[in-house]
């Protein structure tokens, strides 16, 4: 069966820093994997997802991830965090009827 | 174009009491999923529609919840009778994506139901 794995439940990173917010993952055939980011009250919304081909895909908000199949980790990376990035960060894989969360990263961005 | 609404946004029961939780997807979205999420826990897929069809329900606790979707549009949740361990956020998504295609549309989330079991 599917699984995701977030190993780091709380990030705290300063205004202007570089982040990368870790995701492992367990998948009997080739994943389809996203990150999805979830502000306070609010539902998730889609930064970015990967099917196929190159392995290095971007997002919104300056978001990127990296999907390693060696590794079995597809992990989330920004160059610069801002102060509106806090939030939490799911990982997800699956496919239509198969979709598995994380148990989230919730990220501090200290000013 | 509108997103996924849901209603209540908040509710307050006592265990043992029952509650709804409605939702309306985008339109034109023919699959549409339940998610609860517990406090510091990611959402858990509860039930999935395809139309008005079951996909996958094998994580809805049939003793206590059910959910439908009659016309394949609207879907309604329902608890009774709800214990403390049902407080959560319900999450409702849609998607254009069908069961069968190679590759998986993107969910759209509702605001979610936060619901407090007392």
């Known amino acids: 069966a599917q699984s995701v794995t977030q190993p780091d439940i709380h990030i705290t990173v300063s205004e202007g820093a570089s982040l990368e917010l870790r995701c492992n993952y367990s998948?009997?055939?080739?994943?389809?994997l996203f990150w999805y980011v979830q502000s306070p009250g609010q539902g998730l919304q889609l930064l970015l997802k990967y099917f196929s081909g190159d392995t290095l895909v971007q997002g919104i908000k300056g978001f990127e991830a990296e999907f390693k199949r060696s590794q079995s980790s597809f992990n989330l990376r920004k160059p610069s965090v801002h102060w509106s990035d806090a939030a939490e960060y799911f990982c997800a894989v699956g496919g239509n009827n198969d979709m598995r969360f994380g148990a989230g990263t919730r990220l501090t961005v200290k000013p | 174009e509108a997103g996924v609404a849901q209603s209540p946004r908040y509710k307050i029961i006592e265990k043992r009491q029952s509650v709804a939780f409605w939702c309306n997807p985008i339109s034109g979205h023919a699959t549409l999923y339940w998610y609860q999420q517990i406090l510091g826990q990611g959402p858990k897929l509860l039930i999935q529609?395809?139309?008005?069809?079951?996909?996958?329900d094998s994580q809805l606790p049939k003793d206590r919840f059910s959910a439908e979707r009659l016309k394949g549009v609207d879907s309604t949740l329902k608890i009774q009778p709800a214990k403390l361990e049902d407080s959560a956020v319900y999450l409702c998504?849609?998607?254009?994506?069908?069961?069968?295609?190679?590759?998986?549309?993107?969910?759209?989330f509702g605001e979610g139901s936060r619901l407090t079991v007392l």
């Open positions: 529609f395809q139309n008005n069809g079951v996909v996958d």
């Open positions: 998504a849609s998607s254009k994506g069908l069961a069968g295609d190679s590759f998986p549309g993107e969910l759209f």
């Open positions: 998948y009997g055939a080739t994943p389809y």
